[in-house]
């Protein structure tokens, strides 16, 4: 029963840590004191993390994505308690999906992955990598990473380019950022060689399928634009967990 109630306590405050970096580091850049995301008023840690998670300057509540990331990760945490991956274990898995969710949710929201996130990753993947892989392969996954990405992050900016001119007009959006590229080269020192290849191809089939259930539904819902780009990171991520926790 305790470690039952460890699991979900430790989930509990894993939620609280995405939620808070996912909060702070778009606005400030660094760890500082929670904020509204109202009013931008500074908040007590108390009332931000626990209870009433209300601001007392505007009145404002906390976001519903505060409890969905704390119910997802009390349900990741209980989870990997009962079947720990066979490669990282319960703890290393943990702290690789508190890195994960963090950008995830910062891309979704902000169609951001930021650079001290990034440095951050490559500190964690090189570390982690070096330990299931080796240093060398480690290295390699996480040149070929960076360089495969980058490839196509040029080659989505040349094709931008030209929309652009074709059209008279500048796109807002592109399909790839290069924090998308940057992430790449973490996953790459995580999934070491070749492994990469295979984290890269399950994030492109994934992103196909579900860009085209999103083109499907906004033309029956008639509200399709032109270019609308979807964030590039949560497949990534998607696809080095597919690998990293359900690759016996």
């Known amino acids: 029963m305790m470690q039952w ?26 760890l500082a004191a929670p ?23 505007c009145g404002g ?15 990741v945490s209980v989870w ?30 902000h169609r951001l992955i930021l650079h001290p ?5 490559a500190l964690l993947g090189l570390a982690v990598g070096s330990w299931l892989h080796g240093l060398t392969p480690t290295l390699i996954g996480g040149a070929a990473g960076y360089g495969l990405m980058l490839i196509l992050y040029g080659l989505g900016f040349l094709f931008a380019r030209g929309v652009a001119r074709f059209r008279g007009e500048p796109i807002e959006e592109v399909a790839l950022g290069f924090g998308d590229v940057n992430l790449s080269g973490v996953l790459g020192l995580l999934l070491g060689w070749p492994g990469i290849i295979g984290g890269l191809i399950l ?10 259930f999103y083109l499907l539904v906004t033309l029956l819902l008639r509200r399709y634009r032109v270019f609308t780009a979807i964030p590039y990171g949560p497949f990534l991520v998607c696809g080095a967990i597919g690998l990293l926790y359900f690759n016996y």
Request: proline share 6%; aromatic share 14%.
């Open 117 to 121: 996130v990034s440095w951050t990753g």
């Open 35 to 57: 904020i509204c995301m109202i009013c931008g008023e500074k908040q007590p840690w108390w009332n931000y993390l626990v209870w009433p998670r209300r601001c007392p300057a």
């Open 203 to 212: 994030a492109i089939l994934l992103g196909g399928v579900v860009s085209f």
């Open 80 to 109: 990997l308690w009962i079947s720990p991956p066979v490669r990282l274990g319960a703890w290393v898995g943990i702290a690789l999906m508190l890195y994960f969710g963090v950008v995830v949710v910062i891309d979704m929201e």
């Open 61 to 75: 509540r906390r976001r519903l994505r505060v409890w969905i990331v704390e119910i997802i990760y009390i349900g």
């Open 5 to 30: 109630i460890a699991a979900v306590f430790l989930g509990w405050l894993g939620g609280m840590v995405v939620n808070y970096l996912s909060d702070i580091l778009p606005h400030e850049r660094r």
